[in-house]
Every structure is written in C-alpha cells, then in structure tokens.
T-cell receptor, first 112, second 112 residues
Framework: NAGVTQTPKFQVLKTGQSMTLQCAQDMNHNSMYWYRQDPGMGLRLIYYSASEGTTDKGEVPNGYNVSRLNKREFSLRLESAAPSQTSVYFC???????????FGDGTRLSIL | KQEVTQIPAALSVPEGENLVLNCSFTDSAIYNLQWFRQDPGKGLTSLLLIQSSQREQTSGRLNASLDKSSGRSTLYIAASQPGDSATYLCAVRDLGYSTLTFGKGTMLLVSP
C-alpha cells in the first residue's frame, strides 16, 4: 500500500547543478501537485497537474519545471539550483482537485 | 488573495484534555476546507474535509466545524493523547480554483 512515493529522500547539490525529483502514485489519481515547505512560510504550491496531459503554475513556479510523464508520475526539475531552493519538497495526489490530497514523505534538498 | 491563519502557533497540554485548534480565512467564497496532520519528518495526512455546504465533520475523537460566513473553522480533539502530538494544518480551496491555500499550522504537544 505505497500511496505516494518520492525519490530521493535526501539530496545535497551545489549551486548551478540540476536535478529531477521523482514522484509516483499508485491510487489511480487524476491530479498531482508539487509543494515546498519552508520554516515560517508554510506549504506553498509550485506546480500542479489537474489531469494527465495538463500542468499549471502554482504560487512559486520560478526556477522549476515539471513533467506529467503519465497518470502515475509527476516529476519536478531544477535546471540550475540556487541556495534559495533549499527546502523540503512534497508531492501529493488526489482523485480530482476537489478531493482530499495524499502526500508523500518528502525530499529534503540542500543546495550549497 | 486568500490568506489562512492558524492560532495558536504552538500548544502544550496534558494528556486527557479536550482542545480546540483555530483556523481563519479571509475570503469566504470557498469550495471546501481540509484539516491535515503532519508528524515530524513526514508528509501530511488528511484528517477531515468539510464541503462549503456542511457545518461539521467528525472522525473518531476529531470534530471539525466550519462557519463560512465568519471565515472560521475549528478542529476539536477530545480526550487528547500523546500520540496526537503533531503539527495540524488547515487548507482552503477557493471557489473557481483547483488548488489549496495552507495555514502555517499549530504545533501540538500532548504530555503524558
């Protein structure tokens, strides 16, 4: 009963490096989301995909790109990492955008 | 822009107490409101979802109420237990939007 799986769980990058955060869900959900969580800022939406084949910007999309690879998978890419992108990244999914969201355990990303 | 505020930011109670967590939002034109729980180092777990047409939802020892006109929701936890220690977040979905706006959470500590 995996739910939402995020990889990797931890990552350290140097400024300017690129990387892709992976997310997969096994609940046959249509909608998927990427958030970042920072102390004092709460949870903020980066991008979301309401259904397979669509993606939309959230509150803080700058510096990120996403790909909805198929119904199960939604990846987040940092093309040129910056220290300001040090954060905990959460992926979530829901049956539709109006249904409860189910979260993964997060990726803890540090950029030096 | 919707703003969600949670008071208090932190709460410490002895085991067995009944307690209330508060959530307020600035725009009453909402579609639904969700309460989540987050354990340290983990993702969010959905506890209760209240549709805008509902007044309350119950799950076990948890009861969430919604007063849309005043922009308030409360999460009532009966007979608190040490296992209830976690951060509780509320999130609002606005009418016409597909995404959630989160509060910054209330960190709850229940002491044995």
């Amino acid at each position: 009963n995996a739910g939402v799986t995020q990889t990797p769980k931890f990552q350290v990058l140097k400024t300017g490096q690129s990387m892709t955060l992976q997310c997969a869900q096994d609940m046959n959900h249509n909608s998927m989301y990427w958030y970042r969580q920072d102390p004092g800022m709460g949870l903020r939406l980066i991008y979301y995909s309401a259904s397979e084949g669509t993606t939309d910007k959230g509150e803080v999309p700058n510096g990120y790109n996403v790909s909805r690879l198929n119904k199960r998978e939604f990846s987040l890419r940092l093309e040129s990492a910056a220290p300001s992108q040090t954060s905990v990244y959460f992926c979530a999914s829901s049956a539709t955008t109006g249904e409860p969201q189910h979260f993964g355990d997060g990726t803890r990303l540090s950029i030096l | 822009k919707q703003e969600v505020t949670q008071i208090p930011a932190a709460l410490s109670v002895p085991e067995g107490e009944n307690l209330v967590l508060n959530c307020s939002f600035t725009d009453s034109a909402i579609y639904n409101l969700q309460w989540f729980r987050q354990d340290p180092g983990k993702g969010l777990t959905s506890l209760l979802l209240i549709q805008s047409s509902q007044r309350e939802q119950t799950s076990g020892r948890l009861n969430a109420s919604l007063d849309k006109s005043s922009g308030r929701s409360t999460l009532y936890i009966a007979a608190s237990q040490p296992g209830d220690s976690a951060t509780y977040l509320c999130a609002v979905r606005d009418l016409g939007y597909s995404t959630l706006t989160f509060g910054k959470g209330t960190m709850l500590l229940v002491s044995p």
